[in-house]
């Protein structure tokens, strides 16, 4: 299995996910097939954070490849954040992550913050890297498009209700 896991500040693991979308890719000389090597996922995860003195944040959990299922996203209700760490490609991230990130934030009105590995590696492999936390109007908070570092930014629950607010398309779905 390809997981993410989320433990309390006191070690205790407060969710698991495991990935359910395996990637598969064939471009010349570059090719993936996960699912060789690992088992999918089959539940969608999320769950709550509170804050000490502050609101409770809704969480959904992805990993990678799930970010270009938008139905993952919409079986998860309403979350205030999406986390989706990940290993983009160098060939599929500089095609396409940026673009799907906002989507992601924009058709959820939630905040994206996707923690991304980037570089050459071993075997040859090169990942993108361009961790992004996106808000809900799929504006980019904070990028770190190469090397290694940090994204910071706040997920502020006021964005959200306004966003929510001035266009109700969570509300409007119609299946």
């Not at 006191?10 to 890719?25: E, I, M, P, T």
């Not at 064939?26 to 609101?55: C, D, H, K, N």
Request: charge should be neutral; charged fraction near 20%.
């Amino acid at each position: 299995m390809n997981s993410a896991l989320v433990f309390s500040p006191s070690g205790q693991r407060v969710a698991r996910y495991d990935k359910v979308h395996l990637f598969a890719f064939q471009q010349g000389e570059e090719s993936y097939e996960e699912a060789r090597t690992i088992a999918p996922g089959a539940q969608v995860t999320t769950f709550e954070l509170a804050a000490p003195g502050g609101p409770t944040l809704k969480i959904g959990l992805s990993v990678c490849y799930d970010l270009r299922f938008p139905e993952l996203y919409r079986a998860m209700g309403q979350p205030d954040l999406i986390l989706i760490p990940s290993a983009f490609t160098e060939t599929t991230g500089r095609a396409h992550w940026d673009t799907l990130i906002k989507a992601r934030a924009i058709e959820n009105l939630c905040y994206v913050l996707a923690p991304a590995q980037g570089g050459r590696h071993e075997n040859g492999r090169e990942t993108y890297g361009h961790s992004l936390l996106v808000d809900p109007w799929g504006r980019v908070i904070d990028k770190r498009a190469e090397g290694a570092g940090i994204v910071i930014g706040d997920v502020d629950l006021t964005v959200i209700a306004e966003c929510r607010a001035r266009l109700p398309a969570l509300k409007h779905r119609v299946f």
